[in-house]
């Protein structure tokens, strides 16, 4: 198999400086592609292009933008052009949580966590879509959660952005699937992150590395065949 079957390709990962960001960074980088990251300050987008460039020799390179604002999406899509020359894959992962009951959620938060997950998402396909038909086609993955399809008390409005992303995404892949632009959306479970400030060490959760698995095995899926969604979960979770 060849493990550097991405040269000559470009990918972007947004949110990609910690967690599942960084572990499908490092894995698209290990697989040879040029990288462009984002995160929301630019003391960890550096630091993780310090990382990623020491760890895997493949040209890494990062801007600072929060993709909440479609303004600092523009920029950042400019700085990947001018950096790369364009892209192949685009990896939508920034995402933020703020878990409370509907009531107690102030319209500060909901609107965070809306324009994070799911307008953040359509900022960075809408630049990205024109680039992948020029050069021919490409990839969106979109990181989503079980929270997409399984809502729970406190989840009201990261549900919400979740089961919007899902239903964006697969309208998306019909939209453009004979642009041989190909869209897939992955669902997790319980990670082992900091994510909605949760420790890390539980080891019956999913790897990082787990989902940054998915992402390769789907970008290695051959160009007649689409995964429109994944679901993975922990195999054994806490009873």
């Known amino acids: ?5 991405l040269e000559q390709r470009t990918a972007v990962v947004t949110g990609a ?4 960001g960084l572990a499908i960074a490092k894995s698209l980088a290990e697989a040879g592609a040029s990288l462009a990251i984002c995160g929301r300050r630019q003391s960890d987008v550096d630091r993780a292009v ?7 020799g493949s040209k890494v390179v990062g801007k600072a933008a929060n993709v909440s604002h479609s303004d600092e999406v523009s920029e950042f899509f400019k700085f990947i052009d001018d950096s790369l020359g364009g892209l192949d894959v685009l990896v939508n992962n920034a995402g933020v949580g703020v878990f409370r009951s509907t009531a107690d959620l102030t319209l500060n938060e909901w609107r965070e966590v809306i324009d994070t997950n799911l307008s953040g998402v359509f900022y960075c396909c809408h630049e990205a879509l024109p680039r992948l038909r020029q050069r021919g086609g490409g990839y969106i993955i979109n990181i989503s959660s079980l ?6 008390a406190g989840g009201a409005a990261y549900n919400a952005s979740k089961f919007g992303l899902n239903g964006f995404s697969e309208a998306m892949m019909l939209d453009h699937r004979y642009d041989d632009i190909r869209v897939s959306y992955i669902m997790p479970g319980s990670v082992d992150t900091e994510f909605g400030s949760h420790a890390t060490g539980a080891g019956w959760k999913i790897a990082p590395e787990d989902i940054s698995a998915v992402v390769l095995m789907l970008l290695r899926m051959p160009p007649r065949a689409l995964v429109s969604r994944v679901e993975i979960r922990p195999t054994k979770p806490r009873k």
């Open 1 to 5: 198999m060849n493990t550097r079957f």
């Open 17 to 20: 400086t910690r967690g599942i």
């Open 50 to 56: 310090g990382d990623l460039s020491a760890l895997t």
């Open 147 to 152: 929270a997409g399809k399984n809502p729970f």
